[in-house]
């Protein structure tokens, strides 16, 4: 807080809430969506738990059906869902839109100035069928074997220089947490509540039940 970097105590403050924000309220509303479709689908809860079970503890962490299903999750309910934000370096100039037979549209192409914020929403990517099939279904088994256009699409900690830092210890935290909780618990959906949306995605009023295993 005393670096004399900071032009002001609301540089500190923004610094302070991003922190918080991209270090702890999206590894947590991505754990809770995750555990949610699981409660909803006890067919894949029970495949992810026999393969937790195959595995020493200390291995547990890189099963790989946990891992698709933590991809598929944050697939379907993407935290940062308008995606990424960036200044354009130079004019661009994105081409008109070309329906299917790669006939041209009535759209025009249009033009964005450099210097422009551009927003680029990665819902609406992750959603459409272009892309994956049955888009809005909760389907683990396709990160098995991916096309190479979902490898393009799917980024849900953006690329480049200037991608997620905490991309590394958000993806360890929830395969440790969740290898852990799906050994010992079995979850059953009491309510499956609404989304909200305030700077990230999040689950509203969702209830599961945890059941101890035996």
Not at 59 to 86: F, K, Q, Y
Not at 100 to 119: E, R
Not at 184 to 211: C, I, M, N, R, W
Request: hydrophobic share 35%; aromatic share 8%; proline share 6%.
């Amino acid at each position: 807080m005393n670096n004399p970097h900071y032009n002001s105590d609301d540089e500190r403050a923004a610094d302070v809430i991003d922190i918080i924000i991209a270090g702890h309220e999206t590894s947590a509303n991505s754990m809770t969506f995750l555990l949610l479709e699981l409660a909803k689908h006890p067919e894949e809860q029970h495949r992810v738990n026999q393969e937790l079970l195959k595995l020493a503890p200390e291995d547990r962490n890189s099963c790989e059906h946990l891992r698709n299903c933590v991809r598929e999750s944050m697939r379907l309910w993407p935290v940062t869902a308008v995606g990424p934000i960036r200044v354009v370096g130079r004019d661009y100039v994105v081409p008109a839109c070309h329906d299917s037979d790669n006939t041209k549209t009535d759209q025009k192409d249009f033009f964005i100035p450099k210097g422009s914020l551009v927003f680029m929403p990665s819902i609406g990517v992750y959603h459409n069928e272009l892309y994956f099939d049955n888009p809005e279904s909760f389907v683990p088994s396709r990160w098995e074997n991916p096309s190479e256009e979902m490898k393009k699409v799917f980024l849900p900690f953006s690329l480049g220089k200037r991608n997620c830092l905490g991309q590394s210890l958000a993806l360890s935290e929830m395969q440790s947490i969740l290898s852990r909780v799906l050994v010992q618990y079995e979850f059953s959906v009491l309510d499956e509540g609404t989304t909200g949306y305030f700077l990230t995605l999040k689950p509203e009023g969702v209830l599961v039940k945890a059941t101890r295993r035996k």
